[in-house]
C-alpha cells in the first residue's frame, strides 16, 4: 500500500500517533497472544529473565540490564526493535523524528505552521528508530544531549536561535529505544543528565531556555561487579529505572551445547567432511561449565558462552587441520584436540590471583573434569571390565593428534567392548568416529584411575596401573 506523503494525506488515512512504550505494549502483547518468544535467538530464558522482560514492557517501564560479560544483554537490548511497527511518519528533514501531530523542534513546528495539510512527510523504518551508546569514561553531555553547533553559528544564525543546536544521540532517537551498554561506566556527572530523561522525559540544552519532550524508551546494561564496585550508577538514576532484570549463563550442558548449535561457525573445505561427535560437543560445554564452578577462576568477570563456542570452533579447526595434512576424507575432533584450546581459552577466563603463573594447569584440570563428567555420564562401567583386564594382560595403546585415523580402525576387534560402547554412544564405524570415540574412552579410563598414561609432545601412550614404564 503507497503511504501517505503529506500530513493532509496521513489525517485522512486513519494513522494514530502513540506513544513509544504504547507502541512496545501492543506490539508485544501481540506477540503473547501468539506464542512467540519476545526476543529471538536467545536460549535459555524462557523461565527466568523472559517472563520479567515481558512485565517490564506490558508495565512501560525503563529497563536495567544487570549481568557478566557474554550473557545476551545486547542481543535483548537490539531484538527489542522487532517489538516497534514496522514503519513511522515523521515530518520531512526533521533530525529528532518528530511526530507530525505533535512536532517538538522549531523546524517541524515552522514547517507545519506554513505549510499546513500539506506538510511532507517521509518514512521512516524501526531498524533507524534505535540508538546505541557504549557508555565511557569521556563519554560527554553533548553527545548525549545535544550542544550548539559552531557550523551554524556561523552560518549567520543568532546563539539564541533553536535552529543552531545539534541534537546528541538521545534527541535523535525521539521515538524510538535508545540503549546504553556499560553504564556504570559513564562519569557520574554525566549520568545526571539522564535524569530529566527517564522522569520528565525531557532534555534540556545548555544556553537554551528550551525543553524538548522527547519519547524515548531507555533500556540500560550493566556488569554486576562494575555495577557496585568499579563504576557505580547513581543513587537517583538506579531509582528512574522501572525494571531491573538479571541475566545468567547457561544453567544445564544441554543448553549449552544448544547455544554451540546456534552460534558456532560452520568450518568446512572442500574434499572433507567435517563430524563432531555428540560427546565431543558436550565435553566442549562441560568445559564453561566446570570453568564457571572453578574456585581457581575469577568468577566475577565470568565465564562467557564465546569460551564455549570459540573451544568448539577451535576443536573442529584442529581436527580439520589434522585431516588435510593427512589427506584424510574425514574431519573428526578427537580428545588429544583438546590441547589446542589453550588458545582460545586463555583470553577468556581470569585466573585469580593466587594462582598466577598456573593457568596452563587450572585449565588442564578443568578439561580433565569435563572429559570425566562426560564420560562417567555415557559409558557403562561393566561394559569395559574385560578392557581393562586387556590391558593388565600387558595391552598398550598409543594415541596422538597426528596419528592418522586409520591407525585406530583395528583396535575395536583388538579391544574387547569396545565395538559395545561405541553402540551405546551412537558413534558410526568410519575411521574418523572411531578415532575420537577410542580416544574418549582410553581417556575418560585412565581419569578413572584404571590405566596409566604417559604424554609427550602431543601423543600419549596408554597401560595398565600395574605396569612400569
Known sequence: MTRPTT???????????????????ANAIERIIAGRPLVDGVLGYEDTVLPQLENALLAGHDV??????????????????ELLDEWMPIVAGSEINDDPYNPISAHARTLIEEQGDETPITWVHRSRRFGEKL?????????????????????????????????????????GIFAINELP???????????????????????YKIRLPVDVMLVASANPEDYTNRGRIITPLKDRFGAQIRTHYPLEVGLEMDVIAQEAQVISAAGVEVTVPAFMVEIIAEISQ??????????????????????????????????????????VPRVSDLEALVSSTSGKIEIETLDDGREGQVLE?????????????????????????AFDDGRVVHTGDELPSA???????????????????????????????????????????????????????????????
Open 64 to 81: 536495567i540490564l544487570l549481568g557478566e560479560r557474554g550473557q545476551a544483554k545486547t542481543r535483548i537490548i537490539r531484538s527489542l526493535t
Open 290 to 331: 566446570q570453568a564457571r564452578r572453578s574456585p581457581h577462576v575469577n568468577q566475577r568477570s565470568g565465564v562467557s558462552v564465546r569460551l564455549s563456542i570459540a573451544n568448539y570452533e577451535t576443536l573442529v579447526a584442529n581436527a580439520l587441520r589434522r585431516a588435510l595434512h593427512t589427506h584424510e576424507a574425514e574431519a
Open 7 to 25: 500530513l493532509g494525506e496521513l489525517k485522512a488515512s486513519g494513522w494514530v500517533s502513540r506513544p513509544v512504550k504504547d507502541e512496545v505494549r
Open 407 to 469: 591407525d585406530y580402525v583395528a583396535l575395536i576387534s583388538d579391544l574387547p567392548g569396545v565395538k559395545e560402547t561405541l553402540e551405546d554412544l551412537g558413534v558410526v564405524e568410519t575411521p574418523g568416529s572411531v578415532a575420537s570415540a577410542i580416544e574418549f574412552l582410553l581417556e575418560g579410563l585412565h581419569l578413572s584411575k584404571r590405566l596409566n598414561k604417559d604424554a609427550v609432545d602431543g601423543r600419549a601412550t596408554y597401560r595398565s596401573r600395574g605396569s612400569n614404564r
Open 185 to 207: 561506566d559513564l562519569a557520574e556527572r554525566i549520568q545526571v543528565g539522564l535524569l530529566n530523561v527517564l522522569e520528565e522525559r525531557d532534555v534540556q540544552i545548555r544556553g
Open 135 to 175: 557508555a565511557t569514561p569521556d563519554t560527554s553531555i553533548a553527545d548525549l544531549i545535544g550542544e550548539v553547533d559552531p557550523i551554524k553559528v556561523a552560518e549567520g544564525r543568532y546563539l539564541s536561535d533553536e535552529l543552531t543546536i545539534h541534537y546528541g544521540m538521545v534527541p535523535r532517537t525521539n521515538r
Open 365 to 389: 584440570r578443568i578439561i580433565q573434569a569435563a572429559i570425566l563428567e562426560v564420560f562417567r555420564a555415557h559409558v557403562k562401567p561393566e561394559r569395559l571390565t574385560a578392557l581393562v583386564q
